[in-house]
C-alpha cells in the first residue's frame, strides 16, 4: 500500500510566472509547506490576502514526525477551518504513566477543564495534519481565494530588498524568477533562507540521540502515554510510547552520544530493541525509523525586513513537551493579522515589529521549559542524577515529588505579558484572562465562546452590552453582547468575571485578549486599540 | 527580610546529629549521596516557602565559600 507521504500531493506543474518577461510580484510568498507554512497560508487567503506557497518537496512531511498537538492550536485550526477532521482523525488521550527502574512510580490524568470545545491534546501524525491543510487549501481554491502551492520549486537565492524581495526558484524546467511584497519563512530548522540571508541561531546543543521507531501493532497496550526512566530494556536512558491513529505507536529510545547512527537505524538492529520493550511476542511493522538529534536555540530576530520567520525555522527545541509545531503554529497565528493590516494600510511597521516581541517571548518560555525537561530526563552531572532518581524514588511513594518529574511539560499557549501591544486590566478579573492571553473557550448556547471569535477586533460586553459594530479609527470593531445568566455551567463567569459583575473585552484577530475593563468606554476602547496597533 | 531560621532551633542538637549520621551508616557513597537527595527534597517541601528556599541555598552555598578561602 502506498502510504500517504509517498504520494504527490502538489506536483510540479509549470506555472506562467516561469514564461514572463518581467519576475512577476507576489502580494505574500511563503516557503515552506509544513505545518506552519500551510496554516499561515490558509490564513491569509481566508482574508483575501494573495498567497504563493512554494516547497521544494511535493509531499507531506515523510514519516510522523510531531505527532502531539495541543488545545491551543486546535482552536486556532478552528479559526483556519480545518479542526474538525483533526479531532476526528486523531487519538485522544488524558492518562499517563511514569516508569522508573523495573516499576511504575505512578499515573495521572491531565484532568482536562470541563467548558471547552477542544481537548487538551489530541496524537496525529503530522502526515495527516498536513494532508487536512492541503485538503483546506483545495477548499479554499474552490472558493475561488488566491492561494497557491508550487511543489517542485526550490528557492536558491534570496534578495531583500527595502520594498519587495526577490526569489530565485529552481524547478526541473531549470530556474525562474518572481518578487514578494512579504516572504514568510517557513522552511524549517535548516532553514535555507536563514542560511541565505547568513542570519545567526545560536543556542544549546545536546549531545544526545534519540532513536524514533513508529510502529503499526494490534497489542493491547492503553490509549496512555508512557514514558521510562532508565529502563531495564534501555539501561541509563529514557523510553517513550505513545498511541497515535491507524495502530500506529511511538516509541522513542533515547540512546546516548557515541553511537554509530546509520548502523542503529538499520532493522536488525532497531527489532531487538524494539522486542525487549514490548516483549517478544508482540508483532508489529516498522512504519518509519529515524534518528534525531536536538538543539534549543532560536533566531535573534525573527522578522528582517520583509521577510519574517515562523517555526523551527526561528527557533528549534527538543520534542518532550509537543513545543514544535505547537509554537510554530501560534507563530504564525500572531503574524497572520498584523500582515494583513499592515498591507491594507491599517497599521505601521511597528505592529510587525510587536511579532518579534510576543513570539520571541513565546520561544524563549518554550526553550526554557524544553531545557529544563531535557535536563531532568538526560542528567549532564553526577549530582543532577542523583537528584533526578531522588525525585522518581519519592515520587513513588510521596504526591508531592511528582510535580518535579519532567518528561516534557506538555505545551500549553502562551500568554503575552509584557506585550506593547496589551491595554489596561481590570482589578478583579480573572487572571487567566488578562491582556496578552488567548481567549479562554466557554459554552454559548448550543456553541462554543471561541467559534464566535478571531479573524478581526471584536469587543465582548459580558453582562454588560457593547455595539454591535463600530469604526474606530478606520478599524471595524464588532460588538458580541453575553450574558452570563445563558451558561448555566458558570464557565464564562468564572472564566471572564471573577468577582466582577461586568466586563468589556477588547478582543484582537488572533483571539488574544488585548485590554479588559468592567464597564464600557468608548474613550478607552479607542486608546487601547491604538495601542493593540503599534499605533503609538 | 530575612525568613530563613539561622539561629538555634532544634532542641537536643547532639541527638539529632546523631540520627542523621545513623542513617547514613552502611551505606555506599552513592547511596548516601541517594539519600541525602531524597532528605532535601522532602524538607525542601515541608519547608515549602519559595524565598526561604533560596534564603537557605544562599545561606548553605556562602558557609561552604568561607570555609574553601580562610583568611
Redesign the interface.
Known sequence: MTKIFETPLYPYARSSDQDAAQPVRHTVVIIGAGPVGLAAAIDLAQQDVPVLVVDDNDKVSFGSRAICFAKRPLEILDRLGCGQPMVDKGVLWNLGKVFFDERQVYGFNLLPEDGHKRPAFINLQQYYFELYLVERVRALQAEGKAIEIRGGNKVVSIDPRADHVGLTIDTADGPYRIEADWLIACDGANSPVRRMMGLDFVGRIFEDNFLIADVKMTADFPTERWFWFDPPFNRNQSALLHKQPDDVWRIDLQLGWNIDKEAEKQPERVIPRLKAMLGEDVEFELEWVSIYTFQCRRMEKFRHGRVLFAGDSAHQVSPFGARGANSGLQDSDNLVWKLKLVIDGKAGDALLDSYDDERIYGADENILNSSRSTDFITPKSD?SR??R???L??SEK?E??RP?VNSGRLSVPCTYDGSPLNGPDASGLPARTRPGSPAADAPLGDGWLLDRLGNRFQLVGINSPVPAQSDVDGILVEGLSLETAADPSGALSARYLGSADAAVYLMRPDQHVAARWTSFDEAAVRKALATALARH | MTKLTTTTNITGADDFYAELLAAHEGLTKADSDALNARLILILANHIGDRAVLTEALAAAAGAGTDRKQPA
Open positions: 549530582i542523583i537528584f532518581n531522588a525525585v524514588d519519592l510521596f508531592f515529588a518535579f
